[in-house]
């Protein structure tokens, strides 16, 4: 079993920066991938980012247009997943969901098994 929480939402103004935060515990194989997805009110969740874990290889992928704004990492020292935000648009407002997987670089939703209750991100304009 894998618990993951997320932490670092909260409200900020258009052209803002936030920096979201996945704390994983239980048990990890040395090979997963793990991701942030967003889901905005009305809508259904979507892939946002993730990065492939193959021992100390990290490969990163991004939902094209984010990637320009947003930045996804890892500390393996404190097992925390991280995503930073910057020039945050209303339409980035979302609850923001970390997750695991045992398939490589998967972006679908329903590749991943463990998930986290989610972190509100409130962008205004």
């Known amino acids: 079993q894998v618990q993951l929480v997320e932490s670092g939402g909260g409200l900020v103004h258009a052209g803002g920066s936030l920096s979201l935060s996945c704390a994983a515990s239980?048990?990890?194989?040395?090979?997963?991938?793990m991701g942030w997805f967003r889901q905005a009110p009305g809508k259904e969740r979507e892939f946002v980012a993730a990065?492939?874990?193959?021992?100390?290889?990290?490969?990163?992928y991004y939902k094209g247009p984010l990637q320009a704004r947003f930045t996804i990492s890892k500390d393996s020292t404190k097992n925390t997943m991280y995503l930073q935000m910057n020039s945050l648009k209303p339409e980035d407002t979302a609850v923001y969901y970390c997750?695991?997987?045992?398939?490589?670089?998967?972006?679908?939703?329903?590749?991943?098994?463990?998930w986290g209750r989610g972190t509100q991100v409130y962008v205004s304009s």
């Open positions: 990065l492939f874990v193959s021992g100390s290889i990290i490969t990163k």
């Open positions: 239980g048990r990890t194989s040395s090979t997963y991938t």
């Open positions: 997750a695991q997987s045992r398939v490589r670089s998967t972006s679908q939703i329903a590749d991943y098994d463990y």
